[in-house]
């Protein structure tokens, strides 16, 4: 017999990482999961060094027919005979079309055994039917059970809570209905999705029952607090947020539904579901991702509608996640004020009904007028900050300049050698991750390790190695973050790293990809012995891929070799033109190296393509953290050029530290040196 985990799929957290800590301290002492704790399991660790290897859906349609095992084409999977069901035999099993209960999905293998729960690899599958290992064919896929210390802390949680029906204080039900919008979510659709109130934590428990009703697997607590004009809503989730596989409402499911709405939220499905009767699902990561493993769930529906949220990240979600659903059957909810979230507009008294007969339908051939874009235009009108992507916290002068970082587009980005590349994007990679952004990086100059040990420190914002017996802690709240890295080093081919993106982006819905560096990828190009030319080809894959896939894609590039006492300029970068003309975003990290000091760091934004703003404004490395602060009084040392390349900023007094060069051809290096010198550059 073997095993294979279901926690395969790294699942990551979806809420900002500090709400999510703040809602377990919330919780009584006696109900709180406990301090983090290290569990090395090598069987629920993947091979991290095996290649992705892609298949087609013509190659597992070429397969089936090959072994003779009949199949019918879905939505987003194929279903066959499951061969983990004994209970009928073989022929008879073929010859029932309910005994189709094998999902396989077309894009990655991956398939799921409703009736057993067994899942696994492609791989997997043809090991089992080929009979090849330790008895596969006659061995069990197992799901991954949930630990025992989860079960208590679940079982003991679920005790504790009663409905909100049923509190003996009516003023304590009153305020729990007004701390979570539920005034008008009556207590018959509160019993019917089994939710509870957890009186100690004051938090709303939303459970997490295994397919078929035969069990509770984990819990969602929903907390409130209180946070000036609004409520900010944070969750825990029990097992965590890897293992977490929930979607709200699937118990309630028949097989004669034919229609479901999938929501955000799951108090946005309660008021759905009541004011509609439709069948309603919660994603278990919101906006976040929608985990492959849960699309064999979601076959049998001929209509899905997204209603995620009101804002424009829902709305994009809403229409990556429809391409893994076949945007033929998905109709999306557009964002607006007459068209709020489900819950929302039942408080405000709105037609929800009217509302999802509005909703646009995912696909279309081609887009021929205006009138097809028009509503699209009015949302990104409506909501300027938003359709600006989303913006740094630590980098306060990049908003500035970029405004936020936004699904695809191509960001080139070069520094001279030694002056901190790596460390900085780095940083401006996790300053995103931190926020919701689903990162994958290719390192193939430094190795994983070294790459997560700064990316650990950076998080941290201190030395680790000072203080171990914080590690543990520290190293579980970075593993919940959505990142992810490719295993790859040294020299690779284009298509394989393409390869490896995209699936990327399909499974764990990755929406930047963070490439250090171009040139590691040119040596395996055989196009052409001309370089220039096996650059340009890598430069246009990257910047099709970015658009096709709606993901945004940082390229690091080295710079050709100029002298020392020359700044960089965007014809710098390595290679024709085609790089920066490609690029969205032209990100050079300046390293002018003073006579009379170490040195002084500027980051120069020379291409901006959303509404050309660019500029130059100055870093300050901190060697503990190795992380780049803004320097103090850093608003008036900003440069913002113009298109009539005037220079706009603030005139600082004379004498002043970091005053702004007078013309935006001035050199960085003009401004007077700090009377502090910097610590030492960062090493790659």
């Known amino acids: 017999m073997w095993v294979l985990l279901r926690g395969a799929y790294p699942l990551r957290i979806l809420l900002p990482l500090r709400g999510g800590w703040m809602a377990r301290r919330s919780l009584p002492r006696s109900l709180v999961p406990g301090p983090p704790r290290r569990r090395y399991r090598k069987e629920a660790l993947p091979a991290l060094e095996a290649p992705v290897l892609p298949v087609t859906t013509t190659e597992i349609r070429q397969y089936l027919r090959t072994h003779g095992i009949p199949f019918q084409d879905g939505h987003s999977c194929l279903r066959a005979p499951s061969p983990f069901v004994g209970s009928l035999p073989p022929k008879d099993q073929a010859a029932s079309t309910a005994s189709f209960s094998l999902f396989i999905d077309k894009t990655t293998g991956h398939f799921l055994c409703m009736s057993s729960l067994a899942e696994g690899s492609w791989e997997d599958f043809q090991a089992s039917v080929e009979g090849r290992g330790d008895g596969a064919r006659e061995g069990t896929l197992l799901s991954e059970a949930p630990r025992a210390e989860d079960s208590e802390e679940v079982r003991r949680i679920w005790?504790?809570?009663?409905?909100?029906?049923?509190?003996?204080?009516?003023?304590?039900?009153?305020?729990?209905?007004?701390?979570?919008?539920?005034?008008?979510?009556?207590?018959?659709?509160?019993?019917?999705?089994?939710?509870?109130?957890?009186?100690?934590?004051?938090?709303?428990?939303?459970?997490?029952?295994?397919?078929?009703?035969?069990?509770?697997?984990?819990?969602?607590?929903?907390?409130?607090?209180?946070?000036?004009?609004?409520?900010?809503?944070?969750?825990?989730?029990?097992?965590?947020?890897?293992?977490?596989?929930?979607?709200?409402g699937l118990p309630l499911i028949t097989r004669r539904d034919v229609e479901v709405v999938l929501t955000s939220r799951e108090l946005d499905s309660l008021a759905l579901n009541q004011a509609t009767g439709l069948p309603t699902l919660t994603l278990p990561r919101g906006t976040a991702c929608l985990p492959p493993a849960?699309?064999?769930?979601?076959?049998?529906?001929?209509?899905?509608?997204?209603?995620?949220?009101?804002?424009?990240?829902?709305?994009?979600?809403?229409?990556?996640?429809?391409?893994?659903?076949?945007?033929?059957?998905?109709?999306?909810?557009?964002?607006?004020?007459?068209?709020?979230?489900?819950?929302?507009?039942?408080?405000?008294?709105?037609?929800?009904?009217?509302?999802?007969?509005?909703?646009?339908?995912?696909?279309?051939?081609?887009?021929?007028?205006?009138?097809?874009?028009?509503?699209?235009?009015?949302?990104?009108?409506?909501?300027?900050?938003?359709?600006?992507?989303?913006?740094?916290?630590?980098?306060?002068?990049?908003?500035?300049?970029?405004?936020?970082?936004?699904?695809?587009?191509?960001?080139?980005?070069?520094?001279?050698?030694?002056?901190?590349?790596?460390?900085?994007?780095?940083?401006?990679?996790?300053?995103?991750?931190?926020?919701?952004?689903?990162?994958?990086?290719?390192?193939?100059?430094?190795?994983?390790?070294?790459?997560?040990?700064?990316?650990?420190?950076?998080?941290?914002?201190?030395?680790?190695?000072?203080?171990?017996?914080?590690?543990?802690?520290?190293?579980?709240?970075?593993?919940?973050?959505?990142?992810?890295?490719?295993?790859?080093?040294?020299?690779?081919?284009?298509?394989?790293?393409?390869?490896?993106?995209?699936?990327a982006v399909y499974v764990y819905d990755v929406c930047h990809v963070v490439i250090d560096n171009l040139q590691f990828m040119m040596g395996h190009e055989q196009l052409s012995t001309d370089r220039i030319a096996a650059q340009d080809y890598i430069v246009g894959a990257f910047r099709k891929f970015a658009t096709d896939n709606s993901c945004h894609v940082t390229l690091v590039i080295h710079p050709r070799k100029e002298d020392d006492d020359k700044e960089l300029q965007t014809a710098s970068i390595f290679g024709s033109a085609k790089a920066s003309q490609e690029a969205d975003n032209v990100l050079i990290l300046q390293d002018r190296k003073l006579v009379t000091g170490p040195g002084k760091r500027y980051l120069q934004v020379s291409k901006n393509r959303f509404d050309g703003d660019v500029g130059v404004f100055p870093l300050e490395f901190n060697?503990?953290?190795?992380?780049?602060?803004?320097?103090?009084?850093?608003k008036a040392r900003l440069k913002k050029i113009k298109d009539d390349n005037e220079l706009v900023a603030k005139k600082p007094s004379s004498g002043k530290r970091g005053a702004v060069a007078q013309s935006s051809e001035a050199c960085p290096s003009q401004a007077p040196s700090p009377s502090q010198p910097d610590p030492a550059k960062p090493s790659r």
């Open 159 to 248: 005790d504790r809570a009663v409905p909100l029906g049923e509190l003996p204080d009516p003023e304590e039900a009153k305020l729990a209905r007004v701390m979570f919008g539920l005034n008008k979510v009556t207590d018959d659709t509160l019993r019917h999705f089994s939710v509870r109130y957890l009186r100690p934590a004051r938090s709303l428990v939303f459970p997490w029952f295994s397919p078929g009703g035969l069990g509770l697997r984990g819990l969602k607590l929903l907390g409130a607090e209180d946070q000036g004009d609004g409520v900010r809503y944070v969750e825990t989730t029990i097992p965590r947020p890897g293992a977490y596989h929930n979607l709200f």
């Open 294 to 503: 849960l699309l064999p769930y979601l076959e049998q529906f001929r209509r899905v509608v997204f209603w995620l949220g009101d804002d424009l990240r829902s709305w994009e979600a809403a229409k990556l996640f429809a391409r893994k659903l076949n945007p033929k059957r998905c109709s999306l909810v557009r964002p607006g004020d007459q068209q709020p979230r489900p819950l929302d507009a039942l408080n405000q008294g709105l037609n929800l009904s009217r509302i999802l007969r509005t909703a646009l339908p995912a696909w279309h051939k081609s887009i021929v007028s205006f009138r097809q874009l028009r509503e699209e235009v009015l949302g990104e009108l409506s909501n300027v900050e938003q359709a600006a992507g989303v913006r740094w916290s630590r980098f306060p002068d990049l908003n500035r300049l970029l405004k936020g970082h936004r699904k695809g587009e191509l960001t080139v980005f070069t520094g001279p050698t030694g002056s901190g590349k790596t460390t900085f994007i780095s940083e401006y990679a996790l300053d995103l991750c931190t926020q919701g952004v689903n990162t994958l990086w290719g390192s193939f100059e430094i190795s994983n390790v070294r790459l997560a040990r700064v990316m650990l420190t950076q998080f941290a914002v201190g030395r680790l190695e000072e203080q171990l017996d914080k590690y543990d802690e520290w190293a579980d709240r970075f593993e919940d973050l959505p990142l992810y890295f490719m295993t790859f080093h040294g020299q690779q081919s284009i298509r394989t790293v393409i390869d490896t993106m995209q699936h």
């Open 623 to 634: 060697k503990n953290s190795l992380t780049f602060a803004i320097p103090p009084k850093s």
